[in-house]
């Protein structure tokens, strides 16, 4: 089955405290990307990946970081949370750069930084 | 900057009754406007791609249509199973793979 993986699905954690949210796509996807959903936001983009090795900022990278070394991952990485950190987050990857906006998201991760 | 506008934030129809969700762009340079659909508790769910203005696209109860300055997702006799958050999002050419998204349409169909 076609499938974006988010691990963990809830978090809960203190402020400081390194943590890395994975993501795994199994369809050979080269673009990858990590939104956060807030209330009366919507959806933004935090970093996104054309290819391996190839990362890029989005809208609200502060506070992120990411690496691409395998095509199917591209982890999430807070080095030191903090609590507007809090948010929704999701990971999604397409086929290809230039068809980036069809998209197939995991199925979130909710994270609560205290 | 890209900006959209979806209205309204929440619409609550009764099922069999037809209505349109719209979704206002500002872009310079429209490579591709998408809808999604999202349930409660999960990631959205790519539904349309419309690249131009004339452009609809059609799936099961669902008509997407694009204008120069908007885009409207038509629901006909909507079923309960419809209820979601409809979101929209623009791509320019000038933002490369960057998406746009708006704040959404929580749809609600009542039996």
């Known amino acids: 089955e076609a499938q974006v993986t988010q691990n963990p699905r809830y978090l809960i954690t203190v402020t400081g405290k390194k943590l890395t949210v994975t993501c795994s796509q199994n369809m050979n996807h080269e673009y990858m990307s990590w939104y956060r959903q807030d209330p009366g936001l919507g959806l933004r983009q935090i970093y996104y990946?054309?290819?391996?090795?190839?990362?890029d900022k989005g809208d609200v990278p502060e506070g992120y970081k990411v690496s691409r070394k395998e095509k199917r991952n591209f982890p999430l990485i807070l080095e030191s949370p903090s609590p507007n950190q809090t948010s929704l987050y999701f990971c999604?990857?397409?086929?290809?750069?230039?068809?980036?906006?069809?998209?197939?998201f995991g199925e979130g991760s909710r994270l609560t930084v205290l | 900057e890209d900006q959209v506008t979806q209205s309204p934030e929440a619409l609550r129809l009764q099922e069999g009754e037809s209505s349109s969700l719209n979704c206002s762009y500002t872009?310079?340079?429209?490579?591709?406007l998408f809808w999604y659909r999202q349930d409660p508790g999960k990631g959205p769910e790519f539904l349309f791609t419309l690249y131009s203005a004339g452009e609809e696209k059609e799936k099961e109860r669902l008509k997407a249509t694009l204008t120069k300055k908007e885009s409207f997702l038509h629901i006909t006799a909507p079923k309960p199973e419809d209820s979601a958050t409809y979101l929209c999002?623009?791509?320019?050419?000038?933002?490369?793979?960057?998406?746009?998204f708006g704040e959404g349409t929580q749809l609600t169909v009542n039996p």
């Open positions: 999604a990857s397409s086929l290809i750069g230039g068809a980036a906006g069809e998209l197939f």
């Open positions: 990946s054309m290819n391996v090795e190839v990362t």
């Open positions: 872009v310079s340079g429209l490579r591709g």
């Open positions: 999002a623009v791509q320019a050419y000038e933002s490369g793979s960057r998406l746009t």
